[in-house]
């Protein structure tokens, strides 16, 4: 019974853990999807989410809910400078240069990060106040039921938004074929920017909710932001359920591994998965093969 | 060839009376880990610039190469020259088992995956406190020793640790000139086309992949006994994105840019030291700027840019 309570209690937090892996490898198949750059930068986008919410809680006395929309549009203005200034004049670069460049951008950001929020790590208050709920013996926080009801509705959003909307086939035609999208009238550019826009807000939405649960610091990104990727990678760069299986997949597997193996190899955990994954499947559990032109 | 040998032979000299005119200043000890910081960037930019082939994890195996000659002669009493053979012919097998599956990825996956096994290594470093000491480090690291003499001072290190890296810099320069590196950088351009001309490309990006990590692992082994103390912080993930940015600033593919870069970004520091930790600010901005106004490093980016300027004059006349 106590073994039985125990996992329990950890596929409840692997669950919880991996929806917000999800969330942030949404972000870089969105970005992925769009310009073909896996974004370095994109954790930053997570700390700077946790980090804004703060500023504007305790610096700016907003209340919590206008903080974090204040938090959210930050980010995004952060995500549209990024791709403003660094990915679009590099236009027609290599793979390299791509990979590079994000990975300065991330350097930049948490670097600056640092500089004007110091190292301490903050922790941001819960949404809602009040006691954890048992189920079947296994706890919860309140904050956890905010995790999984925020990232159903994100997904959520994010599915109409992709196939309902003109602005999201437009993205999802940028995907398929950039030159094709342009020759039908779609503005590539903007959409580009856009697809910045949304995984920026992603990435920053999944900073603030984890924060009241895990703390946040000016280096959460780094961590947050690779194993987000893990999900992508698992999920095949899709921007669908595949990213979503795999965040909850990865977090389970962490969950359990650090519960009943080691925590000091909880992170490593997560690198062994993605490496597997792209020895055996680089197409992801849930892609489909892709085939080279030259 | 010629002109190469004769370039060379002007950097030796350079690299041999430099000690005089540092004698004395802290800045001989910079000076050896130079060295040791260009030995690791050309070892990258073998990989990097000839075969167009990305690592982020390079700090990985220059950490490996440290911690099996460190932990082998503190722990095992080892004899140092045994050590660093042993810690870079074990690394340079590693990188070949890993090379073949990790080469067969392109691009960002690659990066990722070599992310990842730098990640790996630097939590197992960090967790297997009996054998590494963990985060507070391994300590008793015993000098490398030469019939009688111990290299324990800066001068000693300096000469040791240079006669390394100028052999490294030779063996580059040659292989840049020889068939392999030919091959490389048709791999480079174009894999495909390589292969369809009768490269091996598979086979050389492997080999290439752990020529690298074995330089890399003397380079790790070198610095071992030179600071006979390790701890894991100076082999993570943001030693694997500054070995990166020497190679980029120096120029892809440009030995004597590796160089440059490497003395750059160890110098850096030394002048930002009022800043201290925002030397990563400094790190991320020159990664952005080179790469976007002089992707092809400062070797070959300045005399392109002082071209262009003088066609320009010339243009206004």
Redesign the interface.
């Known amino acids: 019974m106590e073994l039985f309570r125990q996992l329990l209690q950890y596929l409840l937090s692997g669950l919880s853990t991996g929806s917000i892996y999800a969330l942030i490898g949404f972000g870089f198949a969105i970005i992925y999807n769009a310009t073909g750059?896996?974004n370095?930068a994109q954790g930053e986008f997570v700390m700077l989410g946790g980090m804004f919410s703060l500023f504007y809680l305790t610096v700016a006395k907003l209340p919590l809910p206008l903080a974090i929309m204040a938090a959210i549009a930050s980010s995004m203005v952060v995500g549209a400078a990024l791709e403003r200034f660094?990915i679009r004049?590099?236009k027609g670069?290599n793979?390299?240069?791509?990979?590079?460049?994000t990975?300065?951008?991330?350097?930049?950001?948490?670097?600056?990060a640092?500089?004007i929020w110091g190292?301490d790590t903050h922790a941001l208050p819960a949404f809602t106040e009040s006691d954890p709920i048992l189920i079947g013996g296994a706890t919860i926080l309140p904050q956890n039921l905010w995790i999984f009801g925020l990232t159903a509705l994100i997904i959520v959003a994010n599915k109409v938004f992709f196939n309902y909307t003109i602005s999201g086939k437009a993205m999802r035609a940028c995907s398929f074929n950039r030159t094709a999208a342009s020759l039908v009238g779609i503005d590539v550019r903007r959409m580009v920017l856009f697809s910045f826009l949304i995984s920026s807000a992603m990435g920053s939405m999944a900073g603030i909710i984890i924060a009241p649960l895990t703390m946040t610091s000016y280096d959460v990104g780094?961590m947050l932001g690779?194993k987000g990727?893990c999900a992508a990678?698992i999920g095949g760069m899709s921007s669908g359920f595949g990213t979503v299986l795999g965040g909850l997949l990865l977090g389970l597997v962490e969950s359990l591994g650090a519960g009943l193996v080691?925590s000091?190899?909880k992170?490593?955990i997560a690198?062994?998965i993605?490496?597997l994954i792209?020895?055996i499947r680089?197409q992801g559990l849930f892609g489909k093969a892709d085939v080279?032109r030259? | 060839m010629k002109r190469e040998l004769l370039k060379f032979l002007i950097f030796v000299l350079l690299v041999a009376v430099a000690p005089l005119a540092l004698k004395g200043s802290y800045l001989l000890n910079v000076f050896v880990f130079i060295g040791i910081n260009t030995m690791l960037a050309v070892a990258l930019n073998l990989l990097?610039g000839f075969a167009?082939q990305?690592s982020?994890g390079h700090a990985a195996f220059f950490g490996l190469g440290a911690y099996v000659s460190g932990v082998l002669t503190a722990s095992h009493a080892w004899n140092p020259w045994a050590a660093l053979a042993v810690a870079a012919v074990g690394v340079g097998l590693l990188a070949f088992a890993l090379g073949f599956?990790?080469l067969?990825?392109?691009?960002?996956?690659l990066?990722?995956?070599t992310?990842?096994?730098g990640?790996?290594v630097y939590?197992?470093f960090?967790?297997t406190v009996d054998v590494t000491g963990g985060p507070s480090g391994l300590t008793g690291i015993p000098n490398l020793k030469l019939g009688s003499m111990l290299f324990d001072s800066d001068l000693k290190n300096y000469y040791l640790i240079w006669a390394f890296t100028l052999v490294t810099m030779l063996l580059s320069i040659n292989l840049a000139h020889s068939r392999i590196g030919r091959a490389l950088r048709a791999i480079h351009d174009?894999e495909?086309a390589a292969r369809v001309m009768g490269v091996n490309a598979r086979l050389m990006k492997v080999q290439v992949f752990a020529l690298s990590a074995f330089i890399s692992a003397v380079a790790g082994s070198l610095y071992a006994h030179t600071m006979t103390f390790l701890s894991p912080t100076s082999f993570g993930?943001n030693f694997s994105?500054e070995l990166?940015t020497m190679v980029?600033i120096g120029g892809l593919g440009s030995i004597y840019g590796s160089f440059l870069g490497a003395a750059l970004l160890t110098l850096l520091p030394e002048f930002l030291r009022a800043f201290q930790?925002?030397d990563?600010?400094v790190?991320?901005?020159?990664?952005?700027l080179m790469?976007?106004f002089m992707?092809d490093g400062l070797v070959r980016g300045i005399p392109n840019i002082v071209g262009m300027a003088r066609r320009r004059l010339k243009g206004r006349e």
């Open positions: 750059i896996i370095f660094a004049p590099l670069a793979h390299l240069g791509m990979v590079i460049i990975i300065g951008a991330s350097i930049l950001i948490r670097g600056i640092m500089l190292k780094v690779l990727f990678i080691s000091g190899y992170d490593a690198f062994i993605l490496l792209l020895f680089p080279e030259v | 990097l167009g990305i982020l599956p990790v067969k990825l392109k691009g960002h996956y990066a990722m995956a992310l990842g096994f990640i790996i939590i197992v960090n967790e174009s495909v993930f994105v990166v980029i930790d925002y990563i600010i790190f991320g901005l020159l990664l952005i790469t976007l992707p």
